[in-house]
C-alpha cells in the first residue's frame, strides 16, 4: 500500500533528497510517496472563466494570491497571470500554451506534462518546480531564474537568453539544487549569456542550440548530443563531456575551458 505523505512534507523531502537521487531536483525515491492520482494533484479548484475573473478584479499594483491553488488539467491557453503569485501551485497537464508567466513566482509548483508553448516565463522564477514532460516549445525563459526539474521534457527553440540555471550553491545543507534536463529536447534552444554552471543535461539533445557565452562550467553533460551546436565563447571549464557529439559545430571564437572538461578523449568530433 502507498504511503501518503502531505504536499508540504513531499516539498521539504524532494528538497532535503536532492544530493541523493539522479535528478537532484525530484530523487526518484521520494517521488515513489507521491500520488499523482490524487485529486490535489489531477482537480481544479475552479474553472478558467473563475481565475479571469479573479486575476481582472485585483487593483493596479495589487498581488494576487493563488499559492498552492490547484488549476491540474484545465486549459488556462493565452491567459495573463502577470502578479500573480503563483508559488507551490498545480498546474499538472493544463494548457497554458501562449500564457503570460512573466516575472511570475512559480517555485515549488507543479506542472508536469504541463503544455507551455509558446508560453511567455520571462523573468520567472522556477526554482524546485517539477516540471517533467513539459511542453515548452517556443517559449520565452529570458532572464528567468530556473531550478527546475525538466526531464523529457521538449523545449524545443526555448528561448534561455541571460536566464540563471546555475545551481544554487547556497542551501548546500540541503544538497545541491540546480536545473535538470536530463534526455529533454532542446534543440535549436537559445542560451546566448546564460548561467547554466553544474546543470545536469545527460543525454539531452541540443542540436543546433545557441551556446554563445553561456557558462556551462562543472556541467554533467554525458550522453548529450550538440551536433550543429553554436558554440562561440562557450564555457566548458569541468564539464563532463563523456560520449558527447561534438560534431559540426560552429565555432567562432575559442570554446573556453575545453582543456579543462572531463572525458574529452570519448566525445565524439568531427
Known amino acids: 500500500m502507498r504511503t501518503q505523505v502531505s504536499i508540504t512534507s513531499i516539498f521539504l523531502m524532494l528538497i532535503i533528497g536532492a544530493s541523493i537521487g539522479p535528478s537532484i531536483v525530484v530523487a526518484d525515491g521520494f517521488m515513489d510517496n ?22 481582472a478584479s485585483a487593483k493596479s499594483g495589487e498581488r494576487i494570491d493563488l499559492v498552492s491553488k490547484r488549476f491540474s488539467g484545465l486549459d488556462l491557453s493565452g491567459v495573463d497571470f502577470r502578479g500573480a503569485n503563483l508559488r507551490s501551485a498545480r498546474f499538472n497537464k493544463t494548457n497554458l500554451s501562449g500564457a503570460n508567466l512573466s516575472g511570475v513566482n512559480l517555485d515549488i509548483g507543479w506542472m508536469m506534462e504541463a503544455n507551455l508553448e509558446n508560453a511567455n516565463l520571462s523573468g520567472a522564477s522556477l526554482f524546485s518546480t517539477q516540471m517533467q514532460r513539459a511542453n515548452l516549445k517556443n517559449a520565452n525563459l529570458t532572464k528567468a531564474r530556473v531550478v527546475a526539474n525538466l526531464s523529457r521534457a521538449n523545449l524545443e527553440g526555448a528561448d534561455f537568453t541571460n536566464a540563471n540555471l546555475a ?15 536530463r534526455s529533454a529536447n532542446l534543440d535549436n534552444t ?19 542550440a545557441n551556446l554563445s557565452d553561456a557558462d556551462f562550467t562543472m556541467a554533467e553533460m554525458a550522453g548529450a548530443d550538440l551536433e ?43
Open 228 to 270: 550543429g551546436a553554436t558554440v562561440k565563447g562557450l564555457n566548458l571549464d569541468g564539464a563532463d563531456l563523456e560520449s558527447v557529439i561534438l560534431k559540426k559545430l560552429k565555432y567562432g571564437d575559442k570554446v573556453i575551458g575545453m582543456d579543462t572538461a572531463k572525458n574529452l578523449d570519448s566525445a565524439y568530433k568531427d
Open 167 to 181: 545551481a544554487d550553491m547556497k542551501n548546500q545543507s540541503m544538497g545541491l539544487m540546480r536545473a535538470v534536463f
Open 190 to 208: 537559445n542560451f546566448t549569456n546564460a548561467k547554466a554552471a553544474r546543470t545536469d543535461l545527460e543525454f539531452a539533445s541540443l542540436r543546433g
Open 34 to 55: 507521491v500520488d499523482l492520482s490524487s485529486p490535489d494533484m489531477t482537480e481544479p479548484e475552479m474553472t478558467r472563466e473563475e481565475l479571469i475573473k479573479l486575476l
